[in-house]
């Protein structure tokens, strides 16, 4: 089985800009999470989707939002970009919500200058 | 609130053992252990359910003590391919909240 892709790998944005980014769970996969990773706060939980809704969030500002497609591909977009919003995201898809293993893609690196 | 790891980092020579512990406030039904390599995305290790038993994975075992909400993962005989930044996840409502991570650096 394909592992989880995420597009793109690398992105620059500036300030005030806005960013969609998109991760394709593997096949079968009905749930994806999103997380930030940052050199200080480490993992972050953003939000989880599982057949086309949103189960969970994480304490995010609401310039953080995304969505799930009926084939559970997902995109997260970030509105009024700032400079804090530089991280790695990552998406992980599991086989349902809840306590299940989660498969990391290799992330989206977004720089905000 | 996250779940916290000790130590922050760990370095090791080849062949010796680690143990890296994740302590939650809140009680524990599960936890999931995770490596990230440098540059890459976070691997499942393992995960350890409320009531089950000690799992082992090669020569990475963990334990779960429900009573202390901690579980440790156990690091046997290192090798360099140890190296990375191990996260503990614990489940709080129906997602997983990782743990301040520990970086091991194995050297030969």
């Known amino acids: 089985k394909a592992g989880v892709t995420q597009t793109p790998r690398y992105l620059i944005k500036t300030r005030g800009q806005q960013v969609t980014l998109s991760c394709s769970p593997i096949?079968?996969?009905?749930?994806v999470s999103w997380y930030q990773q940052t050199p200080g706060q480490g993992l972050q939980f953003l939000f989880e989707?599982?057949?086309?809704?949103?189960?969970n969030k994480g304490n995010f500002p609401g310039r953080f939002s995304g969505r799930q497609f009926s084939n559970s591909r997902s995109e997260m977009n970030v509105s009024t970009l700032e400079l804090g919003d530089s991280a790695l995201y990552l998406c992980?898809?599991?086989?349902?919500?809840?306590?299940?293993?989660?498969?990391f893609g290799p992330g989206t690196r977004l720089l905000v200058l | 609130q996250q779940p916290v790891q000790s130590p922050q980092a760990v370095i090791l020579r080849e062949g010796e053992d680690a143990v890296i512990n994740c302590s939650s406030s809140?009680?524990?039904?599960?936890v999931h252990w995770y490596r990230q390599k440098h540059g890459e995305a976070p691997v499942f290790l393992m995960i350890?359910?409320?009531?089950?038993e000690q799992k082992g994975h090669d020569k990475i075992s963990a334990s779960f003590n429900e009573k202390k909400q901690q579980s440790s993962l156990y690091l046997t005989a290192s090798q360099l391919s140890y190296s990375g930044t191990y996260f503990c996840?614990?489940?709080?409502?129906?997602?997983?909240?990782f743990g301040t991570g520990t970086r091991l650096q194995v050297f030969p």
């Open positions: 989707y599982f057949s086309e809704t949103q189960r």
């Open positions: 350890l359910l409320k009531g089950g």
């Open positions: 096949s079968g996969h009905r749930s």
């Open positions: 992980a898809s599991s086989s349902s919500a809840g306590d299940e293993t989660q498969y």
């Open positions: 996840g614990t489940e709080r409502r129906d997602r997983l909240i």
């Open positions: 809140k009680a524990l039904y599960s």
